[in-house]
């Protein structure tokens, strides 16, 4: 049994497919700060992409952006409205900005036609999801949310795992995790202002935490939640970089949520930016027949924080099997961008798809929303 549980948990697929660069799509980059630089990154290694556009509310930003990048002869403009009206040639675009604005960048791409990877958090509250998911409907378009992990072996690993039936049915799982001192404000305060960041540490990596967990089950639908949120450690000058930066601290450093799921499952969640410990907990994922321990990482990077276990009953003996940490063959970011411009040119699914996406948003819209009521509340989330 732990033999065959280790060999079908080393099985990987780590093919490269041929790229037809014959015919290259147009990129435009929307925001041209921190995140843009990874997926600049990602598109200058494809063939098969021409990079001809970019918008930042700032002047003279996007035009240093693509010059320290080496790229020339890049239009570009201080709106995505802008670049939208005069780029009618763009087959896609990444947007980069911050949280508050996804939904209005994401949703005049799609009406104009054009397909997006848009960052994760989806965006801020359960009603912009739904607007995109419309507007994505709408227009036909590729739109395919920013969770590369989901491209780490390892978190394969978990879903494969349990669609296998090796856990039986799942009826609880706690996940979560975070950093001891993490507040992310390297570039500035766009995280954690209100009207720019909107959420925090739980749109920022708890999203990453409920899509490993969410993913591996299937994405049931959440019922309902009861919610916490504060920000005791942002709102402290003497936890920041810069003491002022205090003053403008908006949004949660911590989160966490009971979540009830459709089919019976339970959902424990918790996220820190800050906290006094060095984890949360890891994840477990109790199913009836088996359960599985996901070690937490100090800073959510994309993989499992160490060998993961299952713990089985094998001819009546309480077993526990360690199995071996899978190497990923490839750049995560990479895997994101390739499988998004794969998905426009092959006519396929988005590979992170919206339909799966926004009910990680209404987990999200319903902790900060019950945490502000002080109550459980119901998620009711609309046809798209």
Not at 113 to 121: A, D, H, I, S
Not at 342 to 367: F, H, R
Request: charged content about 25%.
């Amino acid at each position: 049994m732990a033999e065959s549980i280790l060999d079908a948990y080393k099985h990987q697929h780590n093919t490269e497919a041929v790229i037809d660069a014959s015919k290259k799509l147009k990129i435009g980059i929307i925001g041209t700060g921190w995140i843009a630089d990874a997926h600049i990154k990602s598109y200058l290694k494809m063939p098969d992409v021409e990079i001809i556009a970019g918008a930042d509310l700032i002047p003279g930003k996007a035009d240093a952006f693509f010059e320290k990048h080496g790229i020339k002869n890049v239009r570009t403009y201080l709106s995505h409205t802008e670049m939208l009206e005069n780029e009618p040639e763009l087959d896609a675009v990444s947007v980069c900005t911050y949280n508050m604005t996804h939904a209005v960048c994401t949703i005049d791409s799609l009406n104009k036609g054009v397909n997006v990877l848009l960052e994760k958090p989806m965006c801020v509250t359960l009603d912009e999801a739904v607007e995109i998911c419309r507007a994505e409907k709408k227009s036909g378009k590729v739109l395919s949310i920013g969770f590369q992990p989901r491209f780490d072996e390892n978190m394969k690993m978990i879903k494969r795992l349990v669609e296998s039936g090796t856990l039986g049915d799942i009826y609880y799982i706690q996940t979560g995790g975070g950093r001891r001192r993490g507040i992310p404000t390297p570039f500035g305060t766009t995280f954690i202002e209100k009207e720019t960041g909107g959420i925090g540490a739980i749109g920022d990596i708890g999203c990453y935490s409920l899509d490993m967990v969410l993913n591996a089950i299937g994405y049931p639908k959440p019922l309902t939640v009861s919610g916490y949120k504060c920000d005791f450690f942002g709102k402290n000058p003497e936890y920041m970089p810069c003491p002022e930066y205090a003053e403008k601290f908006g949004v949660d450093d911590f989160a966490a949520g009971f979540v009830r799921l459709e089919g019976g499952i339970v959902l424990d969640f918790r996220i820190a930016w800050a906290m006094h410990v060095d984890t949360p907990g890891d994840t477990v994922i109790f199913g009836k027949k088996a359960a599985l321990r996901i070690p937490s990482t100090d800073c959510w990077n994309g993989t499992v924080g160490g060998n993961m276990v299952l713990y089985h009953d094998v001819c009546g003996t309480q077993t526990e099997t360690k199995l071996p940490i899978l190497e990923t063959k490839g750049n995560l970011f990479d895997m994101k961008v390739r499988s998004f411009l794969d998905a426009i040119k092959n006519g396929t699914p988005a590979p992170i798809p919206s339909s799966q996406i926004i009910y990680n948003q209404a987990i999200i819209d319903g902790i900060c929303r019950s945490a502000e009521l002080g109550h459980e509340i119901e998620i009711d989330i609309p046809e798209i």
